[in-house]
């Protein structure tokens, strides 16, 4: 086989390769769609273990860099996420179109000087509540709105 052969064959996989890569969906975030839950797991390197409910399941999904847990309603929507670890999980990740959101409110409490306190955001069509220190953070986020019957906010850990 000639070098331009080899040169074409591995520009095929190159381009198989882009192809493959573009089309894994985006992963499940907050108010997004279940089905890409996998990436989640693929992405934090970690197991995933499903809790069913009554109206929804939980995903959980245990990595090095922490715990996530993605709540799904019976209609195949993420509801609600929560997390705990030693760092932060990729917020823009799990916030999906409500990273914005998420984004503008730390920014407001860190330019109030309020030091290390929780960020805490009660917003009609969202709820936040994120905090902690080095090798210790925590919280959740969900959509208030559409909470199964029977689930607390309290629940969501």
Do not use: N
């Given at each position: 086989?000639?070098?331009?052969q080899?040169?074409?064959i591995?520009?095929?996989?190159l381009?198989?390769a882009l192809?493959l890569a573009t089309?894994f969906p985006?992963?499940?975030?907050l108010g997004?769609?279940?089905?890409?839950?996998?990436?989640d797991?693929?992405?934090?390197?970690g197991?995933r273990?499903?809790i069913p409910?009554?109206?929804?399941t939980?995903?959980?999904?245990?990595?090095a860099t922490?715990t996530?847990?993605?709540?799904?309603?019976s209609q195949?929507?993420?509801?609600?996420?929560?997390?705990h670890?030693p760092?932060l999980?990729?917020?823009r990740?799990?916030m999906?179109?409500y990273?914005?959101q998420?984004?503008?409110?730390a920014?407001?409490h860190h330019t109030?000087?309020?030091?290390?306190?929780p960020?805490?955001?009660?917003q009609p069509?969202?709820?936040?509540?994120s905090?902690g220190h080095l090798?210790?953070?925590?919280g959740?986020?969900?959509i208030?709105?559409?909470l199964?019957?029977?689930?607390?906010?309290?629940?969501?850990?």
């Amino acid at each position: 086989m000639s070098k331009g052969q080899m040169g074409m064959i591995q520009c095929g996989f190159l381009v198989v390769a882009l192809i493959l890569a573009t089309a894994f969906p985006a992963r499940a975030a907050l108010g997004g769609d279940a089905s890409t839950i996998q990436a989640d797991q693929i992405h934090m390197q970690g197991t995933r273990r499903i809790i069913p409910a009554d109206s929804y399941t939980v995903h959980e999904i245990q990595a090095a860099t922490g715990t996530l847990r993605e709540y799904i309603s019976s209609q195949g929507i993420v509801f609600a996420v929560a997390w705990h670890g030693p760092w932060l999980p990729d917020m823009r990740q799990i916030m999906g179109s409500y990273f914005e959101q998420y984004s503008q409110a730390a920014e407001s409490h860190h330019t109030a000087r309020l030091g290390r306190r929780p960020v805490m955001v009660e917003q009609p069509g969202l709820v936040i509540q994120s905090g902690g220190h080095l090798r210790s953070f925590a919280g959740k986020a969900y959509i208030p709105d559409m909470l199964p019957t029977g689930l607390r906010a309290e629940d969501i850990q």
